[in-house]
């Protein structure tokens, strides 16, 4: 692998691996034949007990900057070294076992220039691998983002692209007290400085496999980030009971269980979190209520997918009516759905 000077790129492309050898050299590949060049390849291996290494040493791109932890550190303590040795204004983040399509940074490069008030972007993602193919959409106005933070990450974090420096300044790093959610907690405390968007194209392939951290820690993944959770709830003056918090963290992660009940727990539940924010302002309307509504609207649409229609239930309006969403067109779906099976109830 030939040396490099990567003291002028305009962007680093960060990608820690670990044990990453059979879709790794698809990865590479995908950053390689990217249609903007002025990058560097920051590769950190983590300790790799597989040919993780070797797929890597057999690229013979000047780009490539391999960088070999002594240990295996984990991946948050492997990203923040990443974060100190990157050379670039922008640093790109690329998973081990994804693709990235050839437009990608250019494309990312472009957004960030013209937008010179957002500090992170991300991208819409396209799910392959593990099941039916699945492009997942985020919202781009700053304002949905942070609001949506209230249930999840917002951004797809193989998607990222942030400026270098306002998250070194603004002490940005990722905090290993929140392991399989630790993107999320960024994105949070990033949220109260610094604001944030996404580019509506797909612009990543994300692979679904059953060997995949969000797979093999689920569990541990939701507690971790129902601790971010609590910690936005309380800011809204909110100390939720555990039934309350299992609401949240069930209507986060739209965990029916079966449940024909949950959706009208949901709907109370989401709309105290209006009441809340009502009081204390923390979140901009209409955008606080069109998030909520659409997390009560999907969750709907994911109970019918799953069969599990809810008995008759209350349904109030005041989560709808400030929203771009259109209350009638919402109520009428609901209705013609469980005929009759719904009460509107107005607060």
Avoid at 291 to 306: A, S
Wanted: one cysteine or more.
């Amino acid at each position: 692998m030939m040396n490099y000077d990567s003291t002028h790129n305009r962007v680093t492309v960060l990608m820690p691996v670990y044990n990453g050898e059979q879709h790794l050299d698809e990865a590479i590949e995908s950053i390689l034949a990217q249609t903007f060049t002025d990058f560097e390849f920051l590769i950190v291996n983590d300790g790799s007990t597989d040919r993780s290494a070797e797929v890597i040493g057999a690229f013979r791109d000047p780009r490539i900057r391999l960088v070999h932890n002594e240990t295996n550190l984990g991946l948050i303590a492997t990203l923040n070294r990443g974060l100190e040795l990157a050379a670039g204004e922008y640093v790109c983040r690329m998973d081990q076992d994804d693709i990235s399509l050839t437009e990608r940074i250019a494309c990312q490069v472009a957004f960030m220039e013209s937008h010179p008030d957002i500090a992170v972007c991300g991208t819409w993602i396209r799910k392959f691998g593990v099941g039916n193919t699945k492009v997942c959409r985020h919202h781009g106005d700053p304002k949905l983002l942070q609001c949506g933070l209230l249930f999840g990450p917002i951004l797809a974090h193989p998607t990222v692209m942030f400026r270098r420096k306002l998250f070194i300044d603004n002490g940005l790093y990722y905090d290993m007290a929140y392991q399989q959610a630790e993107d999320y907690e960024l994105w949070v405390r990033a949220a109260q400085r610094l604001k944030m968007g996404n580019i509506p194209e797909v612009l990543l392939n994300y692979r679904l496999h059953p060997t995949q951290i969000s797979s093999v820690f689920n569990a541990q993944q939701l507690e971790t980030a129902g601790r971010v959770r609590l910690s936005i709830l309380n800011n809204l003056g909110l100390n939720p009971s555990t039934s309350d918090f299992e609401t949240h963290q069930r209507l986060s992660a739209f965990l029916v269980n079966g449940d024909r009940d949950f959706f009208s727990k949901a709907d109370d539940w989401l709309c105290r979190l209006k009441e809340a924010n009502d009081k204390v302002k923390v979140y901009s309307e209409p955008h606080f209520s069109m998030v909520l509504t659409e997390r009560l609207v999907t969750l709907l649409k994911k109970m019918l997918e799953q069969k599990t229609i809810p008995k008759g239930f209350l349904l109030r309006p005041n989560l709808f009516q400030m929203t771009g969403l259109g209350w009638v067109s919402t109520l009428r779906f609901i209705l013609q759905t469980f005929r009759g099976e719904v009460v509107i109830k107005n607060d």
